[in-house]
């Protein structure tokens, strides 16, 4: 910044396990949001050395890092960043129409992830016909498209009321569960309790680093719903 070198990332080190379901937070300007451009090979360190999945990916060209992030990362975003125009088939397909593959093959794999997260009826609808819960999970239908090692979720229930966002972590805990790494931004310590580890970023430095014991999201979610359903039956 003109004269002023700013070190948004301060000799951080730690690594993140296969299998790990983890939660970024710290407050503005701590440096979270610059570590997650680096984990998802959208930003190059300036030193010191990054390994995702065991090769290191901090002096690749920007075609190859392209190819990471295609073939390798999925990203979940607060707005969602679907196509207004596009139907939720179609953007899911999107990340696959840079792999060359062809279209039966990208319809019928779009397909079977819409399914997974719920939506195989609703492949037809635009996101203005869909809730804002279901926005998110064509979302994250669309990051999983492409078989992805690791997703990064940045604030992915900012913009969904609490019901909802308990139905996306849900979600997100079973996709873990089957494997997959996750590795979620928030600034919501009810949602950083879905993960069972919490990393909290402070000045450029990891301030804290700790297991947890993580909230069951899909029992939580059982629970509103029979609450929801009694409510219902007791009503005039």
């Given at each position: 910044?003109?004269?002023?070198?700013?070190?948004?990332?301060r000799?951080?080190?730690?690594?993140?396990?296969?299998?790990?379901?983890?939660?970024?937070?710290?407050?503005?300007?701590?440096?979270?949001?610059?570590?997650?451009?680096?984990?998802?090979?959208?930003?190059?360190?300036?030193?010191?050395?990054?390994?995702?999945?065991g090769?290191?990916?901090?002096?690749?060209?920007?075609?190859a890092?392209?190819?990471?992030?295609?073939?390798?990362?999925?990203?979940?975003?607060?707005?969602?960043?679907?196509?207004?125009?596009?139907?939720?088939?179609?953007?899911?397909?999107?990340?696959l129409?840079?792999?060359?593959?062809?279209?039966?093959?990208?319809?019928?794999?779009?397909?079977?992830?819409?399914?997974?997260?719920?939506?195989?009826?609703?492949?037809?609808?635009?996101?203005?016909?869909?809730?804002?819960?279901?926005?998110?999970?064509?979302?994250?239908?669309?990051?999983?498209?492409?078989?992805?090692?690791?997703?990064?979720?940045?604030?992915?229930?900012?913009?969904?009321d609490?019901?909802?966002?308990v139905?996306?972590?849900?979600?997100?805990?079973?996709?873990?569960?089957?494997?997959?790494?996750?590795?979620?931004?928030?600034?919501?310590?009810?949602?950083?309790?879905?993960?069972?580890?919490?990393?909290?970023?402070?000045?450029?430095?990891?301030?804290?680093?700790?297991?947890?014991?993580?909230?069951?999201?899909?029992?939580?979610?059982?629970?509103?719903?029979?609450?929801?359903?009694?409510?219902?039956?007791?009503?005039?």
């Amino acid at each position: 910044m003109g004269d002023t070198v700013v070190h948004a990332l301060r000799g951080v080190s730690l690594d993140i396990a296969p299998g790990e379901m983890v939660a970024v937070m710290g407050p503005s300007g701590s440096g979270k949001s610059t570590f997650m451009n680096v984990v998802g090979c959208l930003d190059r360190p300036s030193s010191g050395r990054y390994e995702l999945a065991g090769d290191a990916v901090e002096e690749l060209s920007a075609d190859a890092l392209a190819a990471i992030r295609n073939r390798r990362i999925g990203f979940v975003f607060q707005q969602f960043n679907l196509l207004p125009r596009t139907s939720a088939l179609e953007n899911v397909e999107l990340p696959l129409l840079y792999t060359g593959m062809p279209r039966q093959e990208r319809q019928a794999r779009a397909r079977r992830r819409l399914e997974q997260v719920g939506l195989g009826e609703r492949s037809d609808h635009h996101p203005r016909q869909l809730s804002g819960g279901q926005q998110q999970r064509v979302a994250i239908a669309r990051a999983l498209v492409n078989d992805p090692v690791l997703i990064l979720a940045d604030e992915p229930t900012g913009a969904l009321d609490s019901r909802t966002s308990v139905e996306v972590m849900a979600l997100l805990q079973q996709l873990n569960r089957e494997g997959i790494t996750i590795v979620l931004v928030t600034h919501e310590h009810d949602i950083a309790d879905f993960a069972g580890r919490i990393i909290v970023f402070r000045d450029g430095r990891v301030h804290s680093d700790e297991p947890n014991e993580r909230k069951d999201a899909a029992a939580m979610l059982q629970a509103l719903r029979a609450q929801a359903a009694a409510s219902r039956a007791g009503s005039p």
